[in-house]
């Protein structure tokens, strides 16, 4: 799902110097959690950025809106926070024989928000909703699956795709069938092996009738199904979450009220949570990494944790820019960047270099799928360039969101780009986080640009088909091979997990000869906190969890 909005600070040091200069040390190591305990109620602060969209489950694809979303929204399933295991949530069960057919039967007597039952045609009409095409829901592609997928899609050109012949052949999807009020049927068009795993994931949330009466409202006061409810959006300041009183699921917090307050710097943010201004940044600025200061500033109040997040590089889709079209260019560009270097000396060792495009943290890793095209060597990657007749733009650029610390580490790349293959590198930033998506999605976006990804549910899938797979709602660089797409299916269909897990793997393997995106490292949360709170854990996904914090 989750295109992540890490931010990371300025660094005081130039990204140029930094590289230059071989300042830090190795990885910092260091637990997961702060000490247990803390009282039930009070409210904490957390640091927060501005959503892309307004706050529909199936129409959030970034960790902004989606902090926010998860909170507010019980799922059929819900993931263990140390271990990202499956549990059932709404779900009383799910229910197959087949790996096509799949029964849901729900827990009686959970409520939205707004007091109404929790009820089949909630999941119906939502995942309906999600998947018709002229909705525009960005994550409607997880629908995919389910069959009469295809009828809901709009099949039409140019600006308005579902205009005459181009029009959605039907709003509802097939295999969805209502039994009663507590059970409904999913049939898939084809077998998907995985799919009780997904359910946990924002877009198969539950959606109340309310919605449906004015979507474009709901979106700015979402009435959700979770332990919290959205009290307010202040757009650009703050979103506000306080306990629902009629909560009865297993994962409910300990806190009465969440406050993510929007900052356009995580510097400020830490500065702030140093001064116990803050509770809680999920983030750690580049300059407090750098010899392991954050350490120091906070002691006992500091936590890491690998998670299922990987930092990538995507190049511009050909139509936008052909400059990078052709791949021997693009593996020119990726070996010509000293990841090790970069990530020991402007993330202090708090990054693992990648050496393929799924993290490790799944079941279905396999290392080193970019092979020598994502290791550092200046003399292949020129020479490369040269086999491909040079690079024909001016120069080449990184683009990425400037309310989050990217720049020191877009900049080393660039520096290390310039240095290994004679050509200008220049990174850029952009205002925020929402108008960077926004520029991708129109396909405005030039060059390359940053791009991050948090796992939706803990499966190799949800690191290649989401964002390669052919009309992937992440698919920011449209990227198409229809070898790749058809491996993914035949991944699906199996029965044994470690089949399906060879056959992702020899998709994944595609994309190094593809190089539509550059894997640059796997991700590693670091968090800090106030002397104010205590339970604080970082879940598998990168994510406060909000179950364990706790006030002193």
Known sequence: ????????????????????????????????????????????????CNP???????NTTETCGGNVIDAIFSKLVHYDAET??????????????????????????????????????????????????????????????????????????????????????????????????????????????????????????????????????????????????????????????????????????????????????????????????????????????????????????NAEKETGVIQTVTFAPTKVDPNYADPKIRHAISMAIDR????????????????????????????????????????????LLQEAGGFKGDKITLSYNADAAHKDWTEATCNSIKQALGVDCVATGVVDFATFRTQIGERKMKGMFRTGWQMDYPSIENFLAPIFKTGASSNDGDYSNPEFDKLLGEAAAEQDAAAANSKYQQAEALLATDMPAIPMWYGKTTMGWSDKVTGVKITAFGTIDFTSVAVK
């Open 52 to 58: 892309e969209n307004p706050l529909v489950p199936s």
């Open 340 to 383: 090790d270097t970069i990530v020991k000396q402007i993330f202090n060792g708090t990054r693992q270099p990648a050496t393929g495009w799924v993290s490790p943290v799944v079941d279905g890793y396999k290392a080193d799928q970019c092979g020598e095209w994502c290791k550092y060597d200046p003399a292949k990657a020129k020479a």
């Open 1 to 48: 799902m989750r295109g992540t909005a890490r931010t990371v600070a300025v660094a005081a040091m130039s990204a140029v110097a930094l590289l230059a200069a071989g300042c830090g040390s190795g990885d910092s190591g260091g637990d997961d959690t702060s000490a247990a305990g803390g009282k039930t109620g009070g409210e904490i602060t957390v640091r927060g």
């Open 84 to 301: 990202a295991k499956p549990t059932n949530d709404l779900a009383e069960s799910i229910d197959t024989t087949d790996n096509q057919n799949f029964t849901v039967k729900l827990k009686q007597g959970r409520k939205f928000h707004d007091g109404t039952e929790i009820k089949a045609k909630n999941f119906v009409d939502a995942w309906n909703y999600a998947a018709y095409g002229p909705n525009g829901q960005s994550s409607g592609y997880f629908m995919e699956p389910i069959e009469g997928f295809g009828d809901t899609q709009c099949t039409g050109e140019g600006d308005d795709p579902c205009a005459g012949a181009g029009k959605a052949k039907a709003d509802k999807l097939t295999g969805l069938k209502v039994v009663d009020d507590y059970t409904f049927t999913i049939k898939t068009s084809e077998k998907v092996s995985n799919l009780p795993v997904r359910l946990g994931y924002s877009a198969f949330s539950p959606l109340p009738d309310v919605f449906f009466t004015d979507p474009k409202a709901f979106g700015d006061k979402p009435v959700g199904s979770g332990p919290y409810k959205l009290d307010a959006w202040n757009k650009e300041q703050s979103i506000v979450l306080s306990k629902f009183a009629d909560y009865s699921g297993d994962f409910g917090g300990k806190v009465d009220k969440i406050t993510f307050k929007i900052y356009q710097q995580s510097d400020a943010a830490y500065n702030d949570v140093i001064a116990n201004n803050l509770d809680i940044t999920d983030e750690i600025p580049t300059s407090a990494l750098i010899d392991e200061k954050y350490k120091q500033d906070l002691p006992d109040r």
